[in-house]
């Protein structure tokens, strides 16, 4: 069976856990900032922030953000290969005892380059204190649930709706003001149709 096009192709590092599409060396990436997400054998690597996205409905994290990685370059991931490939001889009890052992590597990475964390959804930011205030028509809302679902709806659920409408509008202003507008506009949405 003949193998996708690019599937083996050594200019390519990795390949997005979402949609595919190659990730190459030296190029920016991002991963998931929960640790289960980060395990030995089921690392998710993302090529957008909107691929990262796209995995939240399925892992259900409570706060989770993307965090900007560097790939390595070729010759760095080979020397990394041929390392981890060579097989690790364990010293002699005695000469062990006798050495302390020395410190592992620290990889330092680039000061050029630093690590940023992006956070998506409705973590709250503790720079800007927003209203509290309810930004929902509570009768409607619970006239609409009791009718269509037939169920009561709990005042709690106004405050997570408010907060999640907030955090959604955060998001669309980023993108008018990305277009030099002062004028929020429903194109400005258009990341919640992707979902």
Known sequence: MASAPGQNDASIWKRCSTCRGPIDFGETYYVCSVST???????????????????LPLMRHREAWAVEEQAPTQQDWAAQSSDAARPKSSPPVEAARAEPAEPP???????????????????????????????????????????????????AVMDELSSHLRSVCRRAVENARSEGRKTLMDRDFEFLRRR
């Open 105 to 155: 590597a620290v990889t330092v990475r680039d000061a050029s380059a630093p690590r940023r964390r992006i956070r998506v959804g409705s973590a709250p930011r503790p720079a800007a204190k927003e209203p509290e205030e309810v930004l929902v028509v509570v009768s409607r809302l619970k006239n609409f649930v009791r009718e269509r679902f037939g169920m009561n709806t709990s005042d």
């Open 37 to 55: 997400c980060n395990r030995k054998r089921t690392t998710y690597r993302f090529c957008t922030v909107e691929c990262w996205e796209e995995h």
